[in-house]
Nanobody
Framework: QVQLVESEGGLVQPGGSLRLPCAAS????????MGWFRQAPGKEREFVAC????????RYTDSVQGRFTISRDNAKNTVYLQMNSLKPEDTAVYYC????????????????WGQGTQVTVSS
């Protein structure tokens, strides 16, 4: 079992930045690939970014490439999503997830999910 807790969402102006941490507890954090997903009102959940177990590989959806950075600190059992140049269309609930199967963009590959944190980009 892995418990995931996202935090530090909030309201930010367009062009601003936020860093979302996701703290993990339970089984060995470094044995899981980690992902970030988001769900906007009235839309399906979508993949944002993922990172391999040792942090050596990352992958992003096209709409955030070059603006968002996923990273992890296995000593602190935490994965981060640094979001820069935020746009109103980035407004969503952001979820972190853990996969013992693979470093993947598909949500069904992830066994554990956090409760989500709201990010609102608005002036």
């Amino acid at each position: 079992q892995v418990q995931l807790v996202e935090s530090e969402g909030g309201l930010v102006q367009p062009g601003g930045s936020l860093r979302l941490p996701c703290a993990a507890s339970g089984r060995a954090f470094s044995s899981y690939a980690m992902g970030w997903f988001r769900q906007a009102p009235g839309k399906e959940r979508e993949f944002v970014a993922c990172i391999s177990r040792n942090g050596g590989l990352t992958r992003y959806t096209d709409s955030v490439q070059g603006r968002f950075t996923i990273s992890r600190d296995n000593a602190k059992n935490t994965v981060y999503l640094q979001m820069n140049s935020l746009k109103p269309e980035d407004t969503a609930v952001y979820y972190c997830a853990a996969s013992s199967i693979a470093y993947a963009a598909a949500g069904h590959m992830y066994e554990y999910w956090g409760q989500g944190t709201q990010v609102t980009v608005s002036s």
